[in-house]
């Protein structure tokens, strides 16, 4: 990391998507991104049948479910702070002839009307900060959704190994020096938590998931805005 990146890391939290950035330049730091996840795809037949269209995938990284949600015949807006994903975004949809529209934006700040969309994905996202930062994101999420649109996406959970290998820097938020990605501030809730934290949503589903590794705990979470 440079010296303008460090700099930057210090009076920021939300600065993961740098070293995505770096990751996404390479066939093998994508390789195991591509496929989407299994919650994502079976979640479309159930966005295909409440007449969802416009959807935004927030922190789309290399598009595998912007991309899938395209050939779902949904109106896809893909975003992302990293601009190596973007373009590798692009070559995709070109390549398979699928219509999407490309965002260089960050989580903390969504350049979108409100209430744009009927659904709003963020998958292994908005985790990436502190409380305000996560907070700030959520804030952002509810209002580009229309009133009963679905937010989907997952959080870091408490039982998450990791968390015995990072330090904290701020309350339920770590970070580990030695491992690539986690060097960079990571938030970790618990159920009461996350309710909490998306205390402007009805939840549809909530369950914590091992993924890729043993240890690996994320809440994976399908949401309903609750329409005051």
Same mark, same amino acid.
């Given at each position: 990391m440079n #010296?303008? +990146?460090q700099r930057d890391s210090t009076a920021r939290t939300d600065t993961a998507y740098l070293?995505?950035?770096?990751?996404w330049q390479s066939e093998e730091g994508r390789a195991k991104w591509l496929e989407p996840e299994a919650f994502v795809k079976e979640t479309i037949p159930f966005l295909q049948a409440r007449g969802l269209h416009t959807v935004l995938d927030l922190g789309c990284g290399v598009g595998r479910h912007a991309? #899938? %949600?395209a050939e779902a015949g949904f109106a896809v807006h893909a975003m992302d702070a990293s601009h190596t994903a973007l373009e590798f975004v692009a070559r995709q949809a070109r390549e398979q002839s699928l219509n999407l529209q490309l965002h260089s934006a960050? +989580?903390? #700040? %969504?350049p979108f009307s409100d209430q744009s969309f009927d659904y709003v994905l963020a998958w292994n996202v908005i985790y990436h900060?502190?409380? /305000?930062?996560?907070?700030?994101s959520i804030c952002e999420?509810?209002?580009?959704?229309? /009133?009963?649109g679905l937010f989907q996406g997952s959080m870091l959970s408490k039982r998450n190994s990791e968390i015995a290998q990072g330090s904290p820097i701020a309350p339920n938020t770590y970070i580990n020096s030695d491992c690539f990605e986690k060097r960079h501030p990571h938030y970790y809730c618990s159920a009461q938590e996350v309710l909490a934290l998306f205390n402007g949503f009805e939840p549809l589903h909530l369950q914590d998931m091992e993924h890729s590794r043993p240890g690996s705990f994320h809440w994976h979470l399908l949401m309903e805005k609750i329409a005051l």
């Open positions: #010296a303008d +990146m070293d995505w950035d770096v990751r991309l #899938a %949600l960050e +989580m903390v #700040a %969504l900060g502190d409380l /305000p930062v996560v907070l700030r999420i509810l209002r580009v959704l229309r /009133p009963h």
